[in-house]
């Protein structure tokens, strides 16, 4: 019996030499990786789903390259199918490398996608593991696939310039990033509707602009917001900070108050009404009228007249979303709060439109300078 | 004719060497021989010690009296001899066995005993500072290659009367002293009689370092890791006894051997007690964080460039693709190239002549390193990353600790290697669960963490301040484990009087 | 030749060998259970599964005290009968053995997903259940000082789940307690397999001396895995919400994968969080290789045997060999998550059933014995 342990014993150990003896499967070295870190999907006229990626040249991209004769330090490739996974096969045979997924930063959809509805074609990009979920989601209303072939005036890789964009908290007044888990969790989830930022290029300046939301209803497209709407949006759902805001408060007159800062608080009085308690926050910066100087009397004036503005713009947002059926804010989930029973999505898609919702604006100045 | 007095018995013992001293004088007509081995006894004490004393005796005493106290072996010697050790043999094997131990030999002629008598008058090396256990603060006296003076080293700490020193000859051939230390009332009994034992078992020609014993009497014998302490530093071992360890010094060997040990030990210096807690704490932490770096950077490396570059940052991934884009060789193969050359260029700098040490410096760091990335044969990434590697190895203060992780450094490797990131963490697992299997006289090898011991895990990463070690750590199950009491410091509230501010000015 | 015995194990050895198959079992995907049957309240689960476990250890308590130093291994016979007690004994080690498979199902289904796609399966497999077996070879004690040193690892995950607070929004967490009352009770009923290594407490009880501090330590392991599942349930509903989260096959893997530190050291943090879990993986399935083989080794030896270290090592290797082969046969992950309902029934009646009729038995045996006594 002992003499057959060892023997187990003794194989076991030889067999430790397997996995040296085998392929090393997973080895790639890192410079023979192609990463693509822009990924645009869009529809071709024939309904083929046609994908655009940006692959960085690493060489050219480290502070000492030796070859400052090229310009671009990056290149697309495209590729077409039936289905997006179709498609994304096909970039194996376009390049000499792997390619990886894995630092996808920046994912591009098109508009007619979006019209369509994304979940089919994002669909297979969740589902890869190694597909960051971090990455940020984006809109073009062209082509996107031609969006990540522009170049930048710092001629800094464009998909790492729109991460950074993104990524930076004092971009957040014109910026409402979303991950890709987040599109996720929206489209998943019954009692919100997702929206992607959009996307534009200025060939003049050579600068990326994002500006404005697509609102979607379900998966499909919906409705644009202006970006005095997303900024709107930024106060009512309380994600975003730091917004400014220009209103009349006298004739003649105006104030610009910055960093703005809100709380939302919702209610629910069934069937039909939602009252959303918005208390907001924010400095004064500028008051057009400066010769004059500034009394307590007028800081209440202008607080009153910022807190009916928000109202007036709020109030239109919403009955501009409830048009389009888009929840964007996720009144469904107040309202799915407090539902007894079982909740679905078509209780919810019908309800929503006709919903009676008031916005009570408190808006308090913190910062006004001296006053006389 | 087979020799039958105990001269002509020690005669055909010896066979004659060349440094033995055979020194035949008269005195008050009684004939002695004086036997020794030039080199092992001090001549310039033989007449202080032996022949004038003995001239005394024998002139105060007479002749007639002295020889009949000839015949009475035990008074003797101690009738004249007083200032060193002496003894009366009769037995020319142990006669013999004393003189190569530096004894010298005073024999009445065709008496049937002999009086031994200890004059040690070898060389021996002053304690210096260990070359290899070197401290920013504390006393620099390291053990030398004599038994007498380490044990004396010791005594100088400890002015216990339970310290005990328990000797032992062990080698067929060499017959080397071996004492063990420690303290009775603090060690346990279990681990003495373990220590006795292994000891008594060990049956060998030759013991020239104590590392041969360590060998011997260790726990497992295959693994990397020491399961017994080997210091060069007296208070190292003082420390040590005074947790309840036992140490074992060897004749002609400066390390000491310290048993039991854990993993945690190995990384503890001396100097972290004498600098403060701040300070000791901090480097502690700087040398565990070392070492870890050390053991893991490499595989981590390989395994994130190689397999698993989704964990590392975008633009450090792609800058190392960039500055790899030239090189010719797979990653693995050229992180072992630069691992094998730096090995090499270790254990060749401890063997380089001085004046070469300085300028083989310059080449090999220098010279080597620009021209290797210059022909691109190496990646700027990997030559920082292995030599950060290499030189966080020795920030452990405990040698035999980092050549066990010099090794299984290739283990870590080659997971790494072969399976990224999941082979990196599972080989890392398998020599974590092979540590687990691993004790050192009874006491596991991961203690504090496993067992965990709360008091004594936090001396572990941190030093725990003097004051608060009020207790012995139950490590290595002391006898007694009361250590201090309760000494207040000035900064104590119960020591701050009312009334004392209003004093102040 | 001379029978080896096992080391006890001292109290923290005992939590930790408790600890960390419990906390390692079913975390990355537990919360789909309560999602999916109770919805946005599906965290009350974990409470109601945290009480619904306590019966069972106060039962093994009361068989530590009862038949102090033996296994439920060896208890069973004498309570049961020869023939009924070596078949509940097959039961109770089948569940075990089911959970090892599964545990070790995930753990590499994770490993060849994220980290190693082109490593061919079985590959995988075999190093998983050969480093597993290696450790659990050694005995109780080393295999416990291992899941002791993982401490910090645990740590680490708790850490992670805290950072992954970061997008959580209290308004995805409600309607609180707006089902009817038996949602909840069946949504923990359905929930209880988290707590099924736990069970291992009817075998290790046995390895330990200080008999006055089972219950206690135990107690406390399901208090801080059910604090700490209920937490992370909290967490992972406040960012996916329930319906969100049933699209993933590891909800917890991709809640923390949320975290992002745009410029910190590593880009996708969840993936380290696999790494840990994977470590602690290993441990648990180490754990269960030894109380498998340590079990099926006693099935035929003489109660009081507990101790012999040299019989359960032939096992090992068998049945590491019989896992690798049960793994292969597995097609996919969703065959398993398809069945994972009808292993918890299955399993829960086997391990509360027999706990329970194991109780019954011997208080009934007791009461006529001494009944008869009287007389």
């Not at chain 2, 936090?458 to 007694?480: E, N, Q």
């Amino acid at each position: 019996m002992n003499k057959g342990l060892s023997l187990i014993k003794a194989l076991l150990i030889w067999s430790l030499l397997l996995p040296v003896l085998s392929g090393c499967w997973d080895v790639v070295d890192i410079e023979k990786r192609e990463l693509l870190t822009g990924l645009a999907l869009d529809l071709t006229e024939n309904s083929r789903v046609l994908l655009t990626a940006q692959i960085p040249v690493p060489r050219l991209i480290l502070p000492s390259s030796e070859d400052p004769s090229s310009d671009q330090n990056f290149y697309t490739l495209s590729v077409q199918g039936a289905t997006t996974l179709e498609a994304f096969n096909k970039f194996k045979s376009k390049t000499s490398g792997q390619i990886d997924t894995i630092k996808t930063n920046i994912l591009i959809i098109g508009e007619k996608i979006a019209a369509r509805g994304v979940k089919p074609y994002l669909d297979t990009i969740g589902r890869m593991p190694k597909f960051p979920v971090n990455s940020h989601l984006l809109l073009s209303r062209g082509e996107p696939g031609s969006l990540l072939q522009k170049e930048v005036a710092s001629k800094t890789l464009p998909t790492f310039y729109l991460r950074d964009f993104l990524n930076l908290m004092n971009k957040r007044e014109t910026v409402h990033p979303v991950k890709l888990w987040n599109f996720f969790y929206k489209l998943d989830n019954s009692a919100i509707d997702p929206f992607l930022p959009v996307l534009y290029y200025d060939s003049g300046e050579k600068i990326f602009i994002l500006a404005g939301l697509a609102a979607f209803s379900g998966d499909k497209l919906a409705v644009f917001l202006t970006p005095e709407e997303s900024k709107i949006y930024g106060i009512l759902s309380s994600e975003q900070a730091e917004i400014t805001l220009f209103t009349q408060w006298q004739k003649a007159r105006f104030i610009c108050v910055r960093y703005i800062n809100s709380r939302v608080v919702y209610e629910w009085s069934p069937p039909q009404t939602i009252m959303i308690h918005l208390t907001a926050a924010g400095y004064l910066m500028e008051e057009t009228g400066a010769t004059l100087p500034l009394i307590p009397d007028h800081i209440s004036k202008m607080e009153k007249a910022l807190a009916r503005q928000i109202k007036e713009d709020a109030e239109k947002l919403i009955r501009r979303l409830q048009a389009a059926n888009s929840d964007l804010i996720g009144l469904g989930r107040v309202v799915r709060a407090n539902h007894e029973g079982k909740w679905t999505e078509e209780y919810w898609r019908k309800l929503y439109p006709t919903l009676q919702i008031e916005v009570k604006v408190d808006f308090n100045l913190t910062r006004t300078g001296r006053l006389n | 004719m087979p020799p039958h007095t105990l001269q002509e018995k020690l005669s055909a013992l010896l066979h004659s060497p060349w440094d033995l001293v055979r020194r035949p004088f008269t005195i008050e007509r009684l004939q002695f021989e004086l036997i020794y081995l030039k080199g092992l006894v001090k001549e310039e004490r033989l007449d202080e010690a032996i022949i004038r004393p003995l001239q005394h005796f024998l002139t105060t005493t007479g002749p007639d009296s002295a020889q009949e106290l000839l015949s009475i072996a035990h008074v003797f010697s101690s009738a004249f001899i007083t200032s060193t050790e002496t003894r009366t043999i009769e037995s020319p094997e142990e006669a013999a066995n004393l003189l190569l131990e530096g004894w010298a030999l005073l024999l009445p002629l065709d008496s049937q005993f002999l009086t031994a008598v200890y004059l040690p008058g070898w060389t021996r090396r002053k304690p210096q500072e260990p070359t290899g256990e070197k401290s920013l603060r504390g006393p620099r006296e390291g053990f030398t290659e004599d038994l007498l003076d380490n044990v004396t080293l010791i005594r100088r700490w400890i002015k216990d009367p339970n310290l005990r020193v328990e000797e032992k000859t062990i080698g067929k051939r060499t017959r080397t002293k071996v004492v063990l230390v420690f303290l009775a009332d603090l060690a346990s009994p279990t681990l003495v009689t373990e220590v006795n034992k292994r000891l008594d078992a060990i049956e060998i020609d030759a013991v020239l370092e104590s590392g041969y014993l360590e060998e011997l009497i260790t726990d497992d014998r295959l693994t990397v890791f020491p399961l017994i302490q080997a210091t060069e530093r007296s208070d190292k071992v003082t420390a040590a006894l005074l947790e309840g360890r036992v140490a074992i010094l060897v004749d002609k060997s400066p390390s000491a051997l310290v048993v039991p040990v854990t993993i945690n030990e190995l990384y503890q210096s001396p100097e972290d007690y004498y600098l403060g807690y701040w300070l000791g704490s901090l480097l502690r932490l700087i040398r565990l964080t070392g070492n870890n770096l050390a053991i893991l950077l490499p595989g981590l490396y390989v395994a994130l460039v190689q397999v698993n570059p989704e964990l590392l940052p975008t633009r450090l991934m792609i800058n190392i693709a960039g500055l790899r884009a030239n090189v010719p060789f797979p990653l693995i193969l050229e992180v072992a190239f630069i691992a094998f050359a730096l090995e090499i260029f270790f254990e060749s700098s401890i063997r380089l002549p001085q004046p070469v040490a300085s300028v083989g410096g310059v080449v090999t760091g220098i010279v080597l390193g620009y021209a290797s990335l210059q022909a691109g044969i190496v990646s700027s990434p990997t030559l920082v990353v292995m030599i950060v590697a290499t030189i966080s190895l020795y920030s452990g203060p405990n040698y035999s600790m980092s050549i066990a992780w010099r090794i299984l450094k290739y283990f870590l490797l080659l997971g790494a290697a072969l399976f990224g990131v999941f082979g990196l963490n599972l080989f890392a697992v398998l020599i974590l669960a092979h540590t687990a299997t691993l004790q050192s006289f009874g006491v596991s090898y991961l203690a504090p963490w496993a067992p965990l011991q709360p008091p004594a895990l936090a001396d572990g990463p941190l030093r725990k301040p003097l004051w608060l070690k009020k207790r012995r750590f139950s490590t290595y199950r002391p006898l007694d484990k009361k250590r201090q009491g309760n000494t207040r410091g000035e900064d104590s509230p119960a020591l701050r009087k009312e009334g004392d501010e209003d004093k102040e000015t | 030749m001379k029978i080896k015995k096992h080391k006890a194990l001292s109290p923290s050895l005992f939590f930790f060998l408790l600890l960390v198959p419990t906390s390692t079992f079913s975390f990355m995907y537990y919360p789909l259970t309560g999602a999916k049957v109770i919805g946005s309240d599906g965290y009350l689960a974990i409470p109601v599964a945290f009480l619904f476990t306590i019966p069972l250890l106060l039962i093994a308590t009361y068989f530590s005290y009862r038949y102090p130093g033996l296994t439920i291994i060896e208890y069973t016979p004498l309570v049961l009968g020869k023939f009924l007690g070596m078949v509940c004994n097959l039961l109770y080690l089948a569940v075990y053995f089911m959970l090892t498979v599964i545990l070790l199902r995930d753990a590499i289904g994770l490993a060849y997903s994220f980290l190693l796609n082109r490593t061919p399966f079985f590959f995988i497999n075999i190093l998983m259940v050969g480093a597993a077996l290696y450790l659990s070879y050694y005995g109780i004690s080393s295999t416990a000082r291992l899941a002791s040193f993982l401490l910090p690892a645990i740590v680490f995950l708790g850490l992670m789940i805290f950072l992954s607070y970061q997008n959580w929004q209290v308004i995805n967490v409600l309607p609180l307690c707006k089902q009817p009352l038996y949602t909840y009770i069946r949504g923990g009923a359905l929930s209880l397999y988290v707590f099924y290594p736990l069970g291992l407490l009817f075998q290790a009880a046995a390895f330990t001396k200080r008999r006055k501090k089972i219950f206690s330590l135990s107690l406390l392991v399901l208090a801080l895995v059910s604090g700490f599942y209920f937490l992370n349930f909290l967490g992972i509903t406040g960012v996916f919400t329930a319906e969100g989260l049933t699209r993933y096959l590891w909800p917890n893997l991709e809640f923390v994968r949320t975290i992002s530190f745009p410029f910190a050291l590593f880009d996708d943090v969840g993936l380290i969080l696999l790494v840990a879990w994977g470590v602690l993986a290993y441990s648990s399935t180490t754990i269960l290789f030894f109380f498998l083989a340590h079990g099926l080794s006693q099935l035929t030896l003489k109660p009081g045997n507990a101790q012999s270290v040299a019989s359960y090592q032939r096992i090992l290797v068998v049945l590491g060999l019989i896992t690798v082969a049960t793994i292969q046969s597995i097609p996919n992950l969703d065959f398993l998550r398809a069945r994972l309902n009808l292993f918890q029934i299955i399993s829960g009646l086997i391990l509360f059933g027999l706990s329970f009729l194991l109780l019954l038995t011997s208080l009934t045996r007791r009461y006529f014995a001494r009944g008869k006594n009287n007389e």
